[in-house]
């Protein structure tokens, strides 16, 4: 039961949402390619770790997304790989890994994320991706949520982007640990899910 309300504090706390807004407004789509990474943790992003990218990261990034350019199915499976390693420096940097559907008991503690949280970082790794020129079939959208507690379904957040063809897809790293591949599904499904935590 824990878990499924680990994003409550979305609903009883109009601080968090506020407080983790700025971020989606700051990610904006730009060419210039970031040189650090930032990445939120301890719910709403009330507390963040930054730290270089170094060329190592650079060309670990670059390999994995070489590996997807085929087509964009296979940029997809490469994405989630991409974020994984993400979320593997993030932790490292962070100093402890986060637990998967982190339950809202562990709000604020050292390196849980609730979505607002996930969201943020997904976006944060696939706007650099984008800006480096590296997705080749898809572009990045603003975050996005479902649920409304009235539906069986409490608020969760995702990060979005489009394919070629004009489709959305949801790419939600919330459901696994930190450094775990994040669900890549077509958006338009991703908002039927949900109902009583499903995934």
Known sequence: MKKLIACIPLLFSGLAVAGCAPDFKEQQVSTVVPVKFVSCYGYGCRTRVTYP???????????????????????????????????????ARIGAVDEPKSPIAHSGKQGQMDCIDESTNTKHVMLYLQARGLLGYHSVQPNTSRGLLIDGR????????KDTSGKNWAV????????????????????????????
Do not use: C
């Not at 170094?54 to 199915?73: C, H, L, V």
């Not at 919330?174 to 949900?194: F, H, K, M, N, Q």
């Open 53 to 91: 990218i170094t060329q190592n990261m650079a060309d670990r990034f670059a390999a994995i997304m070489k590996e997807g350019a085929s087509s964009a199915e296979a940029e997809r499976a490469a994405l989630r790989r991409a974020v994984a390693y993400y979320e593997e420096l993030s932790t």
């Open 154 to 161: 409490y608020p969760h957040w995702t990060a979005v982007i």
């Open 172 to 199: 939600d790293s919330w459901y696994e640990a930190g450094g775990g591949p994040p669900d890549i599904v077509p958006l338009d499904y991703w908002r039927t899910r949900g109902v009583m935590g499903e995934r």
